[in-house]
């Protein structure tokens, strides 16, 4: 999850289309944001930004655009959106046409009502093309999220953008648009996908009942992109009536070593109040004491139930590689750490009666299966894309989905 320094300052909002709550009742809400860029962007709340290591270099342009005449380029660091009013855990809709000659990204980046950056924000991918090419994305404003920014950053090679569109989007047209997605790639074999089990009995039960059920996931960066997957809808889409409240408390490159001290558990854990607590990501130490810790905190004061998700997305690692710097001792200690944190975690969650799922599983079966290059399904070398998103979420769809109905059986004759 990259960090951007908070801007003080806001530039005036020229162009914001009134707010989804000044629609009236039966008319389709208008955009937060449109723009085709034939007025200078700066007018209407753009600005350009880079971090400190970076020269800035982004313009407002009229030597290639997908419509009209105008377009953004940014060859380092970014363009971003004029300040957004959004209102938390909803769904929107950006909607924009791009071509990169390298990488870029598009992200989404929330603040509370002070004007504080939130740590949990959205980032995707935009494609290498040498065309003009439409895009579609949904992200979820955040819990405490006030108001919301999009910007477009370039990596290694310009990226130029045109035409962008922020709109309110339904939950079950955010679970069309997520299918969309699924349906330009493999599918995922989920039939070894196990059923959430007693442990998560009341969420279950909360769900079948039409209910709302409030998830709570703690972690990192990695465990921000899967709450970012739109797995919330998806399990809605399968209980009639239910409604899953998501929330991603997340700090880049933190796990439960971290939250365990300081009663850190809890803002980023018991304030929130969760029905189910998913602890995830790959930035635990492969600590599984740190993540007992965490668990039997929050149930000395409230009892959630309780998933933990081994790390998913990161990929294959030479362990002794990756601890070579380390004295010997201590290279040998970490390695025996991380070859058996995941049977640690399992075995953990029998012993403290959490749930389990092992995504790592699950995504290095699907990376097998398709044979594609890595990036196919990453934005960089731990961390999912859009399609990549689809993965960790039609895991845990299946590991949600109601109990399989028994095939009928033929009624004995006479």
């Known amino acids: 999850m990259l960090r951007t320094p908070f801007r003080p300052t806001l530039l005036a909002v020229i162009s914001i289309a009134p707010l989804v709550g000044a629609a009236r009742a039966g008319e ?26 970076e020269k800035l270099d982004a313009a407002w342009i009229d030597s290639t655009s997908a419509d009209g005449r105008h377009a953004l380029e940014v060859t380092t660091g970014w363009w971003a959106g004029p300040r957004m009013e959004v209102k938390p855990l909803q769904y929107y809709r950006l909607r924009f046409k791009s071509t990169v000659e390298g990488k870029g990204y598009w992200m989404a980046q929330f603040y509370d009502g002070e004007g504080q950056l939130l740590d949990a924000d959205h980032y995707s991918s935009i494609y290498p093309s040498d065309e003009w090419q439409q895009y579609e994305f949904c992200f979820r404003a955040r819990f405490k999220a006030a108001t ?30 997520a299918d969309r997605v699924y349906a330009t790639m493999p599918p995922v074999d989920v039939a070894a996908v196990p059923r959430a089990g007693r442990y998560l009995r009341r969420t279950l039960e909360k769900l079948r009942r039409g209910e709302t059920v409030r998830i709570v996931m703690l972690g990192d960066s990695v465990a921000n992109d899967t709450g970012n997957s739109a797995y919330d809808v998806l399990i809605e889409r399968m209980y009639p009536g239910a409604r ?58 409230r009892d959630p139930d309780i998933l933990l998700l081994s790390g998913a997305v990161s990929p294959p690692m030479d362990l002794a590689t990756a601890f070579r710097h380390l004295p010997e001792r201590q290279r040998r200690e970490q390695i025996r750490r991380a070859e058996g944190y ?29 044979r594609r290059h890595p990036m196919w399904l990453r934005r960089d070398h731990v961390h999912a894309n859009a399609r990549g998103r689809q993965v960790l979420a039609r895991v845990l769809e299946a590991y949600f989905a109601p109990p399989r109905k028994r095939p009928e059986t033929a009624t004995p004759a006479g």
């Open 342 to 370: 995941r049977p640690g975690l399992a075995k953990l969650a029998e012993q403290e009666k959490v749930a389990y799922l092992d995504m790592r599983h699950f995504w290095n079966a699907y990376v097998e299966k398709i």
């Open 28 to 53: 389709k809400p208008e955009a937060l944001l449109a723009t085709s860029f034939e007025t200078p962007p700066t007018m209407a709340g753009w600005w350009r930004g880079a971090y400190p290591f």
């Open 244 to 301: 899953v409240e998501l929330i991603t408390s997340v700090r880049g490159g933190t796990g439960c070593t971290y939250y365990r001290d300081e009663n850190r558990v809890k803002p980023y854990v018991l304030d929130y109040e969760p029905d189910l607590l998913v602890i995830a990501g790959i930035s635990h130490a492969s600590d599984v004491e740190a993540v007992r810790s965490v668990i039997r905190q929050v149930r000395a004061v």
């Open 148 to 177: 919301a920014e999009v910007r477009f950053r370039a990596m290694w090679a310009p990226i130029y953008v045109d035409d962008v569109v922020v709109e309110p989007v339904s939950r079950p047209e955010v679970a069309q648009w």
